[in-house]
């Protein structure tokens, strides 16, 4: 299982497929909000949890489709069905890979670009947790949509369509996090909550998604 | 004792019977080459034998995790050098050894190279080589010859022979003569009939 | 009380539900329009009009029935997803797929009601209040789940994979539910928004509303019934052209 998660992280590397461009698509994105709602400090400041994590979820969307796509493509999903890795593994591998090219690069990119948007000083150490504890999730998460449309030829958009809703609780609690640490407040309760989203999107996800793949594969 | 063996399957494609009826039985050492027109449920009943999708009826009798699938698709990745498909693939079914299958393959010269700049018949090679690197013993092949030369074809028709010399077995579905000792196994008689009535799902709806 | 569930799942086999359906169909959708029509006649112009509402509350007849039936038909999704998956039977994987979209249709009637209600009462349209943000949330959820079976060729693959998500979906959708509780309330405190019925309404308006709700459920099942009807012909057609297609084959 190890070399599967070796090999997919060097693909991302050698293809360029999901470590540049996610960064690079997060990065556009922060750049654009200020063109669109004015160059007010203020307001940045205040929408600022808002736009870093809305980016760093579209980001993350951006990569997905590739997840499996490409070895159903070429083959590759098939030998994995009958290799002697259980596929549930094959899935949680890969999203983990996902993770680490996608997920990991927003996480350590995120606070340069809460300067941009003048997030508040005492936001960025929640920014940084909740995004670490996040983004695996948003893998997952994902890693469950794109196997839903592993085989469609057009499928890219209607994953988005399904994975977005699914992103919402994650979301929701991640830029709460954020917003508390930028108020001063309590953070525990929503921080409780996402982590176990997480760890529930862990535990549970791959065998959905596994199961979503064989059908696919029949 | 035979290694794979099916009683009275039926497989299906989108949901509808193609062929039915089927019996046979492959021992160690034996290598089955089914023959059928294009369209007549070959892939479907290889599919079915590597335990990619359920059998509509009847069984498949094999040891769990004794097939190894190979199909048009190589599953090769294009960034990645021969020597790390290869090895991927035997990391992944238990580490076994490259070095054999590299050298029988004639792919030694190009081990570096990375697959996406390989030829179509050289990309068939390293598929058919990721075979021997699985250690299992029924090689389920669909039509491996494809874009081999003449020479490739002996070399794939000799590492089958060896497989199934050292207790291995084969079922494979092609239409050239690879000149082994073989036992041809027609499909095309086993077609699924439609005239009779099952009291399953689609056929309900009829 | 013994009850032969063989004799149960009897129901589901197609050609069987073609012909209860067959029979039971007239009646159960006369009844509906009867019931569906009568409950909101005699909530629109029987009942009094609202001291501080004025006949805008009217409108609770046709958005309180609306959106319960936009909860309770994703629930039935679910058996029904649930019963595919465990025991295969097709009809239960179409009834699914037939509620979909008039679930969908209840959410959007339930959403656009309650702008109309909105005004007048709060000012605006639309308030990103948690009940209002959950039925946005739901709405998605129907137009994925839909788009899902639109994308999958293979009938027997789009149910399964339709019952994955509606499983998957269902959780995800319940977690929406409170995170957005949280989240609202993290900003202000919307409770002033609330309207529950049980404890706003007196008799007088409530017993009307029953029979809408009662004519909602009706019309649903009558909906439900006959879409299924149109599934299962779709399913036939599909399985002759697939036989002539093995045949020329």
Redo the contacts between chains.
């Keep these: 299982m190890i ?2 998660l070796w ?1 997919d992280i ?2 991302a590397f ?2 360029g497929g999901g470590f540049g461009l996610g960064l690079g698509f997060f990065l556009i994105l922060v750049t654009l909000v200020p063109f669109g709602v004015g160059p007010n400090g203020e307001m940045l400041s205040a929408i600022a949890p808002g736009i870093l994590w809305v980016g760093a979820l579209l980001a993350c969307l951006l990569s997905l489709d590739r997840i499996f796509a490409l ?1 159903f ?4 999903l ?8 259980p596929l549930e593994g094959v899935v949680a591998m890969k999203a983990l890979a996902h993770w680490i090219t996608t997920g990991l690069p927003l996480v350590i990119a995120a606070p340069a670009l809460g300067f941009l948007l003048h997030l508040d000083s005492a936001a960025y150490r929640w920014l940084i947790v909740t995004l670490l504890i996040g983004t695996p999730a948003l893998s997952f998460i994902g890693s ?1 949509g794109a196997a ?2 592993v ?2 030829k ?2 890219g958009l ?1 994953m988005s ?2 994975v ?3 992103y ?2 994650t979301l ?2 991640g830029a ?1 996090v954020v ?2 640490g930028a108020g001063g407040f309590l953070v525990a ?2 921080l409780a ?1 996402q982590a176990g ?1 997480t760890l529930g999107a862990i535990a549970l ?1 791959p065998f ?1 998604a596994a ?2 793949i064989r ?4 | 004792m035979s290694l794979i063996s099916v009683k009275d399957l039926t497989v299906s494609r989108g949901g509808m019977p193609v062929l039915e009826g089927l019996s046979f039985a492959v021992s160690a050492g034996e290598v089955l080459v089914l023959r059928g027109p294009n369209g007549s449920g070959k892939t479907t009943l290889l599919r079915t034998l ?5 059998p509509y009826a009847g069984e498949v009798i094999s040891e769990p ?1 004794s ?3 190979a ?7 294009a ?2 050098s021969v020597a ?1 498909n290869l090895g ?2 035997a ?4 580490g076994h050894d490259i070095e054999p299958a590299i050298l029988h393959f004639n792919l030694d010269a190009l081990r570096d190279r990375p697959a996406g700049n390989l030829s179509a018949g050289q990309k068939r090679r390293l598929g058919l080589a ?1 075979l021997m690197v699985t250690g299992r013993p029924i090689w389920v092949l669909d039509e491996p010859t494809v874009s081999l030369d003449a020479a490739s074809v002996a070399l794939f028709a000799s590492a089958v022979k060896a497989h199934v010399a050292a207790g291995g077995a084969a079922v494979i579905a092609t239409h050239i003569d690879l000149g082994f000792e073989e036992t041809v196994f027609d499909v095309t008689p086993f077609k699924a009939r439609m005239d009779v009535v099952r009291d399953d799902f689609d056929e309900a709806f009829l | 009380m013994a009850i032969n569930w063989n004799a149960f799942w009897e129901w589901a086999n197609p050609r069987k539900f073609m012909r209860w359906t067959d029979r039971a169909l007239p009646v159960i959708s006369v009844l509906a329009a009867v019931i569906f029509v009568g409950g909101l006649v005699w909530g629109f112009f029987f009942t009094p009009d609202d001291y501080r509402q004025g006949a805008t509350v009217k409108i609770f007849y046709i958005h309180v029935p609306s959106a319960m039936m936009a909860i309770n038909i994703w629930a039935m999704m679910l058996v029904a997803s649930l019963v595919w998956i465990v025991r295969r039977h097709h009809v239960s994987a179409l009834a699914a797929k037939s509620a979909a979209a008039i679930g969908m249709t209840m959410t959007l009637i339930a959403l656009i009601t309650g702008a109309v209600w909105g005004k007048p009462m709060w000012g605006t349209y639309w308030e990103w209040d948690p009940r209002l943000t959950s039925f946005l ?1 739901l709405l ?2 129907y ?2 789940y839909m ?2 079976w639109e ?2 060729d293979n009938p027997d ?1 789009a149910a ?2 339709t019952s ?2 509606c ?3 269902s959780v ?1 959708a319940l ?2 539910r ?3 509780l ?2 609202n309330q ?1 900003l202000h405190q919307g409770a002033s928004l609330s309207l529950d019925a049980e404890e706003n309404v007196a008799d007088v308006y409530w017993y009307p509303a029953l029979v809408a709700i009662a004519g909602f459920i009706l019309l649903f099942v009558s909906l439900v019934l006959l879409r299924t009807r149109t599934e299962i012909r779709a399913r036939r057609l599909h399985a002759l052209e697939m036989r002539e297609r093995v045949k020329d084959a």
């Design positions: 070399r599967l090999r060097t693909l050698r293809s070895d493509e070429d083959g590759s098939d030998l994995l069905a009958t290799a002697p890795i469950f839903l449309t085989g469609l057009r499928g209607l369509l399904l977005l809703p699914l919402i609780p929701i609690f709460e917003r508390r309760t929503p909550m989203i996800l959905a199961a979503a059908v696919a594969l029949r | 590597a335990g990619l999708q359920p995790e097939v190894a699938y199909a048009h698709a190589d599953g090769l990745k960034t990645l790390e991927f693939w990391g992944v079914y238990g990721r | 949330i998605l959820f137009i994925g788009a899902l994308a999958i693959t399964d994979l994955v998500l499983l998957v979906g995800f977690l929406s409170y995170a957005v949280f989240w993290g």
